[in-house]
C-alpha cells in the first residue's frame, strides 16, 4: 500500500514512445485504489502529483468511459468497467500460480492458497486442495477479514502503521475464537514479527483447530501472498519449518514471473 499522507510525483515520462496521457490516467486510477475508498480532486492532486486541470480533464474521459465514478458528495470511485478488466487478470494470476501451489502441495501435503488483499478484506484468489482425505474447506472467492489470518498480516505487514490502524478500526477486529487478537496495538507486534521472521501464522485464530503459516509475494502489482493451512495435528512445528523456505521460494519465483512480464523503463516487456 501507498502511504496516504506523502505526496507523490507523477512517474517520469517512459522513452520508447509511450504515451503520457495514457501513463497519467493510469497514475489516477492506481492513485483511487490507493485510497481505499472515495477521494476528492484535491486528494487525486496530492497522491498523483499532477496539477488539477490535467486531473479534471482525464478524469472526466474517464468517468465517460464507465472506469471511473463520480458520487453524490463530488468524490470519485473505481467504476464498474474495471471490474470485467479485474476478473481477467484475476484469472491470469491464479494460471500463473498453480503451479507454484501444486508444487507446495506436493512437498508438503496440505492445502495451498494464494490470496489478494482487496480493500478491507482478504480473497482467496487460487487453490491446490491438499492429499489428504480431511483437508481444509477454504474455497476460492471466500473473503475473510485480515486480523484473524496468516495471510491477512503477511499482506499487512509491510503497511504503513496508520493505514494499518485505519483499517483495523473499518473492519472492528471481530473475535472469531478465543484465539483471535482483538487488540489493534498486539496486531501490530504481530505485523513486526512477520516483518522481522518473513512469514506469518494463524494459530486458530480464525478457526478452532486450524493451523496457517503464509508469506507475501514480494514487488507484485497487487499485495499476495502464499499460504499453506491444514488441522493442527497435521500442521506441527515441524511441517512449518519445513514450509517457511517453500514459501519463500514459491513467492519470489513468482515475484520474479510477474516481473518479468512488467514494462521496463524504455517501455518494452521483460520477456
Known sequence: MRNAHTTEQPSP?????????????????????DSGGSVGLSGLAQRSGL???????????????????????RQYVLGPRLIRLGESAGRLLSTWAMPHLAGLVEQLGETANLAMLDGDQVVYVAQVPGRHAMRMFTEVGRRVSPHCTAVGKALLADAPEAEVLALLKRTGMAQHTEHTITDPQTFLGQLGR??????????????????????????????????????????????????????????????????????????????
Not at 503520457?20 to 485504489?33: C, K, N, P, V, Y
Not at 468517468?63 to 458528495?73: A, C, H, M, P, T
Not at 483447530?209 to 509475494?217: H, L, T
Open 194 to 271: 512477520v516483518r522481522e521472521h518473513g512469514y506469518a501464522l494463524d494459530d486458530g485464530e480464525h478457526e478452532i483447530g486450524v493451523r496457517c503459516v503464509a508469506a507475501r509475494v514480494p514487488d507484485a502489482p497487487s499485495t499476495i501472498a502464499f499460504s499453506i493451512s491444514g488441522p493442527a495435528p497435521r500442521m506441527t512445528q515441524e511441517l512449518i519449518d519445513r514450509a517457511v523456505p517453500l514459501l519463500s521460494g514459491a513467492a519470489e519465483a513468482l515475484s520474479a514471473a510477474l516481473r518479468a512480464d512488467q514494462p521496463d523503463q524504455s517501455g518494452a516487456t521483460g520477456r
Open 51 to 73: 496539477p488539477l486541470p490535467t486531473i479534471h480533464r482525464l478524469i472526466r474521459t474517464l468517468v465517460d468511459l464507465g472506469y471511473v465514478r463520480q458520487e453524490q458528495s
Open 13 to 33: 515520462a517512459r522513452s520508447g514512445g509511450g504515451v503520457q496521457s495514457i501513463e497519467r490516467a493510469f497514475d489516477l486510477l492506481e492513485a483511487l485504489a
